[in-house]
């Protein structure tokens, strides 16, 4: 559901996954070699394990040439993966899973056939809305001893980089004279090192244990505070769902212009920085972290008014709470 005329509203769950390209972007991405020789009747399999691909290093927030330079295969390789063309081999796919930080079976979709009780959980829950399946989620969340403590005192601004998550939370911060936390910074501080040395040195799964820790140092040192997250924490549910149990999370969403045009004035395109299809690729990223940002509390869109005006919105949503 949008936010319409400067208005913020609560955030349903009925929010679509992202839409496929059109066919001819989809051949400019994946070059000549993927289209010269591509079957008109691809392989519903393919098709599925390319867009699950595809899917994953969106919400990664990797182009497709730093994953074929993580994973150790070929660009084009990547491209025809991704686009259900070619055969992938097995030991191709270890790599690629393995390159994006999840195991095979999450990349194959075979997560919930590996005994009786996940199965009969899949047909229990197969086929319900997203309304309910949030229910169910915060139903088991509770059983399971993980509803979490404090939640109203936190509160954490999720989406991507460039929606004033830092700009925003500094100044609600201030007037509620709360701490503001900038769990990148805190990141850095625990590793020791700046982000892009934490993925340089050690990959994309040290970092991510490094955010965890460093949100759950967060959690236990401040009941009250304003946080600013990493716009992929999403990426990595078990601390997604420790940032939703603990806090009351608001996504701030913005045009994919007014992404890109303020990272820009920042003076970095991370992870855009390589890519020649920049736009792109943070519509790609964007797209496929919606359904996640789209869990939080509240969303306010900071794309259709001025800053005075979205802080004042932003005030009275955490005031209402």
Same mark, same amino acid.
Request: charged share 25%; proline share 4%.
């Given at each position: 559901?949008?936010?319409?005329?400067?208005?913020?509203?609560?955030?349903?769950?009925?929010?679509?996954?992202?839409?496929?390209?059109?066919?001819?972007?989809?051949?400019?991405?994946?070059?000549?070699?993927?289209?010269?020789?591509?079957?008109?009747?691809?392989?519903?399999?393919?098709?599925?394990?390319?867009?699950?691909? !595809? #899917? +994953?290093?969106?919400?990664?927030?990797?182009?497709?040439?730093?994953?074929?330079?993580?994973?150790? /295969? =070929? &660009?084009? %390789?990547?491209?025809?993966?991704?686009?259900?063309?070619?055969?992938?081999?097995?030991?191709?796919?270890?790599?690629?899973?393995?390159?994006?930080?999840?195991?095979?079976?999450?990349?194959?979709?075979?997560?919930?056939?590996?005994?009786?009780?996940?199965?009969?959980?899949?047909?229990?829950?197969?086929?319900?809305?997203?309304?309910?399946?949030?229910?169910?989620?915060?139903?088991?969340?509770?059983?399971?001893?993980?509803?979490?403590?404090?939640?109203?005192?936190?509160?954490?601004?999720?989406?991507?980089?460039?929606?004033?998550?830092?700009?925003?939370?500094?100044?609600?911060?201030?007037? !509620? #004279? +709360?701490?503001?936390?900038?769990?990148?910074?805190?990141?850095?501080?625990?590793?020791?090192?700046? /982000? =892009? &040395?934490? %993925?340089?040195?050690?990959?994309?799964?040290?970092?991510?244990?490094?955010?965890?820790?460093?949100?759950?140092?967060?959690?236990?040192?401040?009941?009250?505070?304003?946080?600013?997250?990493?716009?992929?924490?999403?990426?990595?549910?078990?601390?997604?769902?420790?940032?939703?149990?603990?806090?009351?999370?608001?996504?701030?969403?913005?045009?994919?212009?007014?992404?890109?045009?303020?990272?820009?004035?920042?003076?970095?395109?991370?992870?855009?920085?390589?890519?020649?299809?920049?736009?792109?690729?943070?519509?790609?990223?964007?797209?496929?972290?919606?359904?996640?940002?789209?869990?939080?509390?509240?969303?306010?869109?900071?794309?259709?008014?001025?800053?005075?005006?979205?802080?004042?919105?932003?005030?009275?949503?955490?005031?209402?709470?």
């Amino acid at each position: 559901m949008q936010t319409v005329d400067g208005t913020v509203q609560p955030v349903g769950d009925e929010v679509a996954g992202p839409s496929p390209a059109p066919a001819s972007s989809q051949r400019s991405q994946v070059g000549a070699t993927a289209t010269a020789g591509e079957p008109t009747d691809k392989h519903p399999f393919l098709v599925a394990l390319g867009e699950r691909a !595809r #899917g +994953l290093r969106a919400r990664g927030g990797l182009t497709r040439r730093a994953l074929a330079e993580r994973a150790g /295969v =070929s &660009e084009r %390789h990547l491209a025809n993966l991704e686009y259900g063309v070619g055969n992938a081999s097995i030991l191709i796919l270890l790599q690629v899973a393995d390159a994006l930080g999840c195991s095979l079976a999450e990349l194959l979709g075979d997560e919930t056939t590996r005994n009786p009780e996940w199965l009969l959980l899949r047909q229990l829950l197969g086929g319900r809305d997203e309304q309910t399946l949030r229910r169910v989620r915060e139903a088991v969340a509770g059983l399971l001893g993980e509803g979490g403590t404090g939640r109203h005192g936190r509160i954490a601004l999720i989406g991507l980089r460039g929606a004033g998550k830092s700009t925003l939370g500094r100044r609600l911060a201030a007037e !509620r #004279g +709360l701490p503001f936390v900038e769990l990148s910074a805190e990141i850095q501080r625990i590793a020791g090192c700046s /982000v =892009s &040395e934490i %993925h340089a040195l050690y990959g994309q799964q040290s970092y991510r244990r490094y955010e965890r820790r460093a949100l759950e140092e967060t959690i236990e040192h401040h009941r009250q505070a304003v946080i600013a997250t990493p716009g992929g924490l999403v990426s990595d549910t078990a601390t997604f769902h420790l940032l939703l149990v603990h806090c009351t999370t608001i996504w701030l969403q913005a045009d994919p212009h007014d992404h890109m045009d303020r990272v820009r004035a920042q003076g970095d395109l991370r992870p855009m920085a390589d890519s020649k299809e920049a736009m792109s690729d943070l519509e790609a990223i964007l797209a496929d972290r919606a359904a996640f940002y789209s869990k939080a509390d509240l969303r306010i869109d900071t794309s259709r008014q001025p800053l005075e005006a979205t802080f004042a919105l932003l005030r009275n949503a955490v005031a209402s709470r």
